[in-house]
């Protein structure tokens, strides 16, 4: 099993900047992506961030230019460096993991943590 553990969240004025962390416990096997998904009061959850194993980034294009995703060197911890943080960046920010297990395909998620932009 995997556990994931986000942390950082916190209240920040706009054009300010926030460091979320992921702490991830459990064997992660293989080929995996991890990333970092949001999701407002109002909307859906959306992908912001992802890296691969092989160290590939992806970014929403809202946030692309000002949010960087990054891994530790132990691979059980993954970054999200969110810059010039905007008011609609506000949201439940996850931390998330997937890979293949055989023909199975795992999907892990954390808890959350509240981000919020407002003056």
């Known amino acids: 099993q995997v556990q994931l553990v986000e942390s950082g969240g916190g209240l920040v004025q706009p054009g300010g900047s926030l460091r979320l962390s992921c702490a991830a416990s459990?064997?992660?096997?293989?080929?995996?992506?991890m990333g970092w998904y949001r999701q407002a009061p109002e909307k859906q959850r959306e992908l912001a961030a992802t890296?691969?194993?092989?160290?590939?980034?992806n970014y929403a294009d809202s946030v692309k230019g000002r949010f960087t995703i990054s891994r530790g060197n132990a691979k059980n911890t993954v970054y999200l460096q969110m810059n010039s943080l905007k008011a609609e960046d506000t949201a439940v920010y996850y931390c998330?993991?997937?890979?293949?297990?055989?023909?199975?395909?795992?999907?892990?998620w954390g808890q959350g943590t509240q981000v919020t932009v407002s003056s």
């Open positions: 998330n993991v997937n890979f293949w297990s055989g023909t199975l395909r795992k999907d892990y």
């Open positions: 459990g064997n992660i096997f293989g080929i995996y992506t």
């Open positions: 890296i691969t194993s092989s160290g590939t980034t």
